[in-house]
């Protein structure tokens, strides 16, 4: 059964289905099919591909990243950021919407799943988690004004340039702003007011799709008045046929690093959104797993006329808001889209954009986690800095860009903080003789210490990067308070690797020049193990190993230069007396 899961991992969460639950998916579905209609045709534009091949890929893409991913909530289809980068990589090529330009996109989107489905076989998922939380909270809120800003358009019916940066869209609004349409502000702000007042009073029923449904209405009574009402418009009524991407040798060389992009910015935006709705579910993501899913279903995709996807922030929110319970709400949502498309299209086409804008409105705003924000600028520096760094490269920049760095920054943090670890100075916090006594931080408070004996604890791996640390820490006792024998807890140790345990034999060397050395006490079992495979006990010496602090200390003791201990005040051990 475990190979089974790991192989389909739908498995899992299939077993997790009730009547109740299918429901809650069904509702999620439907409402989520209706939101994707024009999207899917506006991202397939924009990365200059003909609009079928939008909702193609919304019909095909869900439903396999559905089975084989990890995330409950997560909807993967066409995204605007995928969709640019797509239409930027392959329009230096061939003419958008030309026939080689969609059997580049193609080649382009199998590459992209074939680098994503490697990296989720290889676990390399496993990266995702030095990725600080902050960098998806400030995408997703960066992401979330981005999407409203998006949206304002078709409620005030001001007409703003597509695809211009968030500063030039607000912009076009101000300028625009004696263009207000009063009947598209009616529509789209009784939509968004009408979800919210059925989520206040009845938080069960599919409040987004009763707001869609009540600013379908008005509008549907609105359009005696005024012809200034835009709807969807009419949706092509096909199902994904099968296509044969590119596999020349020319076209795979050329594409090749595109592609590798293509996937990261995928596999990170799908993480991201995974992972910012995994903690308003407590769900437990498989970022590896989720690899695999996007992988798997960009591979396919490229086969059923699909171009490259992945996590959408906007569906994935409407799937959450709209009380799915499992990625059948996913499936749902692709089987019922291809039902509308073939059967009730005509009827969705009167839908208004601004009905529809309403809805995401509020979408957008969910998104946004004001808890953690207001939390991290409370009580983090560092993170602070990683989130308004993303948040504002968001709204600023290209999205991959705001990701890269973020990425780039929690790294950054990360390796200064482990290439520094603490180092604590230990003293015992009573006199000798006076029962159980332990060793304390003298951080805490000044003690007295013993003038040939420094007893140190390292609350870090000890590692290529923190060696250089910890040596300038030793370097400072040997050389200010000349002290040569130093005891050093490793509890807290880890992880040691070569480069940790070189540094620490020059150290040892050197000490030895003084008669002294280096000690070790309380090390980690998995961390003795790994320094005894490759000799550095032995290279340290067997016996400068001990399992006990007061063990350690009696057989120190017995090494300390007796001149000096006679006219010593502090007799600290037990020894001393």
Not at 40 to 51: D, E, H, L, R, W
Not at 105 to 126: D, E
Not at 194 to 218: D, E
Not at 342 to 368: F, H, K, R
Request: aromatic content about 12%; overall charge neutral.
């Amino acid at each position: 059964m475990r190979k089974l899961v790991k192989i389909f991992p739908f498995l899992v969460w299939f077993r997790l289905t009730t009547i109740e639950t299918i429901k809650a998916d069904f509702i999620a579905g439907l409402t989520g099919a209706i939101i994707v209609l024009p999207q899917s045709v506006a991202f397939a534009t924009i990365a200059g591909m003909p609009p079928e091949y939008g909702l193609y890929t919304a019909m095909v893409v869900p439903i396999i990243a559905a089975l084989f991913g990890s995330s409950f909530h997560l909807i993967s289809g066409p995204t605007t950021a995928i969709s640019i980068v797509v239409f930027a990589a392959v329009s230096k090529y061939a003419v958008p919407g030309s026939e080689e330009f969609i059997a580049m996109v193609l080649t382009l989107t199998f590459l992209a799943g074939v680098y994503q489905l490697v990296f989720g076989l290889a676990k390399f998922g496993l990266l995702v988690n030095f990725v600080s939380h902050n960098v998806v909270t400030g995408f997703t809120a960066g992401a979330a004004l981005l999407i409203a800003s998006s949206q304002i358009p078709y409620i005030l019916g001001i007409d703003v340039t597509r695809g211009g940066s968030f500063i030039e869209t607000w912009v076009n609004l101000y300028s625009g702003a004696g263009e207000l349409n009063i009947y598209l502000l009616i529509v789209g702000l009784s939509t968004l007011g009408s979800a919210i007042l059925i989520r206040l009073i009845k938080p069960q029923l599919p409040n987004l799709l009763i707001g869609m449904f009540v600013g379908g209405f008005l509008a549907f009574y609105l359009s005696s008045f005024t012809e200034s009402i835009e709807t969807i418009g009419v949706i092509p009524t096909y199902f994904p046929p099968l296509s044969t991407p590119d596999f020349s040798l020319s076209s795979l060389k050329s594409l090749a690093p595109e592609a590798f992009a293509i996937a990261l910015l995928g596999l990170i935006e799908a993480s991201s959104i995974g992972r910012s709705i995994a903690s308003k579910t407590n769900q437990r993501i498989n970022p590896s797993q989720e690899f695999v899913g996007q992988g798997t279903s960009n591979i396919v995709g490229s086969f059923f006329s699909s171009y490259a996807s992945s996590g959408s922030f906007t569906r994935t929110g409407v799937n959450y808001e709209a009380g799915a319970k499992t990625p059948l709400s996913a499936i749902l949502a692709a089987l019922i889209l291809m039902l509308i498309v073939l059967l009730v299209a005509p009827l969705i086409s009167y839908l208004p954009l601004a009905a529809m804008a309403g809805v995401i409105l509020l979408v957008a705003y969910n998104l946004i986690d004001f808890n953690n924000i207001k939390k991290t600028f409370a009580f983090s520096k560092s993170e602070s800095i990683i989130f308004s760094a993303t948040f504002l490269s968001t709204l600023l920049f290209e999205l991959e860009f705001a990701i890269y760095l973020g990425v780039l920054l929690s790294l950054m943090f990360f390796i200064a903080k482990t290439s520094a670890p603490e180092i604590h100075t230990l003293a015992f916090g009573s006199p000798p003789g006076d029962g159980v006594r332990k060793l304390q931080s003298i951080r805490k408070s000044p003690l007295v210490q013993c003038p040939q004996l420094k007893i140190i604890r390292i609350d870090m791996s000890i590692y290529f990067g923190s060696i250089n640390h910890i040596q300038k820490q030793i370097d400072q006792i040997v050389d200010n308070q000349r002290i040569y024998h130093i005891l050093i807890v490793a509890s807290g140790v880890n992880f040691i690797d070569l480069a940790g345990m070189e540094g620490l034999l020059i150290e040892n060397k050197r000490l030895k020049e003084f008669n002294g050395s280096l000690y070790f006490v309380s090390v980690n079992s998995s961390v003795l193990e790994f320094m005894e495979k490759v000799h550095f006990v032995d290279d340290i010496g067997r016996e400068n190993f001990f399992e006990l602090k007061e063990q350690a200390i009696h057989m120190i003791f017995d090494r300390l230069d007796r001149s000096k201990c006679e006219k010593c005040q502090a007799l600290i051990f037990n020894e001393c007396q």
